[in-house]
């Protein structure tokens, strides 16, 4: 922690950088207002989203984002964070995950792709809006997209 003698003399300098940076402005005919400058001041936003997206997220904002960062619509994954540890992971969606028969429940090891159960969810604008919005502190909204094709070809 600084002394509060150093940091007069932070106050000090800063204040004479001011003068100086106002009077570059005056010079140069560019005009100058505290008030301007008071107004955008904020300390923590919390709606940060805000500054990029203003107000409400819409059904126009997930099809221009999706056209941007486009894939496949049959199947996607969300981001999921191991409490324990703070792993960061993406799981496809399935409408059978960790339900009865699933055989993750039994403990295996099987990749979703491989499983004779799968039953993947479709990605819909409702996902894509969430994303955007982002309302989920540990970030469970994030979904990731697939941009390959069914048959492995490259969108």
Known sequence: MKSTAEMEKRIRCLEKENQYLKKLLADA???YSEKEIDAD????APNQG???IPGNIT???AKVFFSMFWGRTDVYSKRTVKKSTGEVNYYTQCYNFWKS???RVAGSKIKCQDCKRQAYKELKKEQIIDHLRGNSEDGADVIGIFPLLTDGFIY
Do not use: K, L, M, Q
């Open 59 to 61: 059904e126009t904002d």
């Open 29 to 31: 005919g560019i005009s």
């Open 41 to 44: 001041v904020n300390e923590y």
């Open 50 to 52: 805000a500054r990029i």
């Open 101 to 103: 028969g699933c055989p």
